[in-house]
């Protein structure tokens, strides 16, 4: 069993940065690829990035391509999402999950977090 929590999250203006971390707990961290993924009301859930279990590959959505990065310290149980360039398109509930694949497809998910609130707005 694994347990995410993600952190972070807030209120920032367009153009602004915000760095998102997922800390785990429980199983064998460095086993599990880990996505992060954005939900709004009424749409379905984005992949956003994914990262191996090493951290050596990393899959981005097009529409985050140059803005986000994703690494992870499996010394610290943590992935980061380091989001640069915001714009009220961002506006999300960010969640990361655990899973055995690097996808940015949401259904090899195994593992949630609760989610962090991502608004920007001027």
């Known amino acids: 069993q694994l347990q995410l929590v993600e952190s972070g999250g807030g209120l920032v203006q367009p153009g602004g940065s915000l760095n998102l971390s997922c800390g785990a707990s429980g199983s064998t961290f460095d086993s599990y690829a880990i996505g992060w993924f954005r939900q709004v009301p009424g749409k379905e859930r984005e992949g956003v990035s994914a990262?191996?279990?090493?951290?050596?590959?990393?899959n981005y959505a097009d529409s985050v391509k140059g803005r986000f990065t994703t690494s992870r310290d499996n010394a610290k149980n943590t992935v980061y999402l380091q989001m640069n360039n915001l714009k009220p398109d961002d506006t999300a509930v960010y969640y990361c999950a655990a899973s055995l694949w690097a996808t940015l497809a949401h259904y090899p998910y195994d593992y949630w977090g609760q989610g962090t609130q991502v608004t920007v707005s001027s």
């Open positions: 990262i191996t279990s090493r951290g050596d590959v990393v």
